[in-house]
């Protein structure tokens, strides 16, 4: 079933327009369906905040017929944020206090910007093991997103991240590596992911944690991978929830600042994004623009050259994965027909 708009969030009617379907509490409470509440700390940078919204809300909206969806997003006060997104966050968002007294479901935590090589010395790093703490005993399932990812694999198991010599960006293949999880059930073996991040966790460093990987690119690495009890914690490293247009968004964004001499070099292309074409367009703009021309960024003309091959997996591992939170939760609240759950292996795994 669909997203609740339990709130104001601007989110809510963009994704109606896109054509999600999003209820009101009103016609949500005429219907005899299950509720799901599921946490979104957003840790994303101010230019990216709603979009992020708009992308995990879309995929757990887009999910699983079983349940409505109640969203709670919230973020960390440490932060930076200019006036515009804390005044988003103080109309829309919870805080930490209010969603721990409430309880979660489920739990994704996005990326966020870093300044400094440990991710220890960031200025969220206790905000956030506090909330990574807290979720580990009190909800069901929490999805951690790219950096949050590798601050799960830094701080739970002792694996940092290794700084790559070049950045791991653009769109990947990966394979399934373990058919019988059932976060991979009913998806291609064969898929793709976005990535965007200097920094990796590798395969032997989840397997050194006892955490089981479930699918990865021979480029890019490890893209899915779970605790070992099968659900409490999922990682992504990859962004299987990017739009369309978000690397090209990065893309521009590089290329607009090697333009005014902020970045020494272009950008190269993210790895099987751009066509022919959209890269011959986008070398004669770079090429035009170093001759000292002022140019318009030539947009409209890539976004028909782009090219989604990811989505409809992400859709369905989302899905599986609240399937999953769905399964738990229902055992876990003592319905008499359903037995009881192993915490150390809540799907019962083989």
């Not at 309880?103 to 991710?119: E, K, Q, R, Y």
């Not at 700084?163 to 059930?185: C, M, N, S, Y």
Request: charged letters at 20%; aromatic letters at 10%; proline letters at 7%.
């Amino acid at each position: 079933m669909p997203l609740v708009a339990h709130n104001a969030l601007p989110t809510f009617e963009r994704l109606r327009r896109d054509g999600i379907t999003v209820l009101s509490t009103e016609r949500a409470a005429g219907q005899e369906i299950r509720e799901l509440h599921v946490g979104l700390l957003n840790m994303m940078p101010d230019a990216a905040i709603e979009a992020t919204e708009r992308q995990f809300y879309r995929l757990v909206g887009e999910s699983n017929p079983i349940a409505q969806f109640y969203m709670h997003p919230f973020t960390l006060p440490t932060l930076p944020r200019g006036d515009k997104a804390r005044a988003h966050i103080a109309q829309y968002y919870e805080s930490f206090d209010a969603i721990r007294e409430a309880g979660l479901d489920a739990l994704i935590i996005t990326g966020a910007n870093v300044s400094h090589p440990n991710l220890a010395d960031e200025p969220f790093w206790e905000p956030l093991i506090e909330v990574i703490d807290w979720a580990w005993d009190n909800v069901t399932s929490t999805l951690c997103s790219c950096l949050a990812t590798h601050a799960v694999m830094q701080f739970r198991h002792g694996q940092t991240r290794v700084k790559q010599p070049a950045k791991i960006w653009g769109v990947f293949e990966h394979r399934v590596t373990d058919l019988r999880h059932p976060l991979v059930g009913d998806v291609n073996t064969r898929f793709d992911v976005p990535h965007s991040r200097w920094n990796d966790v590798s395969r032997a460093q989840f397997e050194a944690a006892g955490v089981r990987v479930l699918a990865e690119s021979a480029e890019a690495g490890v893209h899915l991978a779970v605790s070992h009890d099968g659900l409490r914690t999922v990682f992504f490293q990859g962004h299987p929830e990017y739009d369309t247009v978000s690397l090209l968004k990065e893309y521009k964004r590089d290329l607009l600042l090697a333009a005014s001499g902020k970045l020494p070099e272009f950008p190269p292309f993210p790895r099987r994004y751009f066509n022919r074409q959209a890269q011959a367009l986008l070398a004669e703009y770079a090429h035009r623009t170093l001759a000292g021309e002022t140019l318009a960024f030539p947009e409209p003309l890539l976004l028909p050259l782009l090219d989604n091959t990811w989505h409809d997996t992400a859709e369905g591992v989302v899905g599986n994965w609240i399937g999953c939170v769905y399964q738990v939760t229902h055992r876990e609240r003592g319905l008499p027909f359903m037995p009881g759950i192993d915490p150390d292996n809540p799907l019962n795994l083989a």
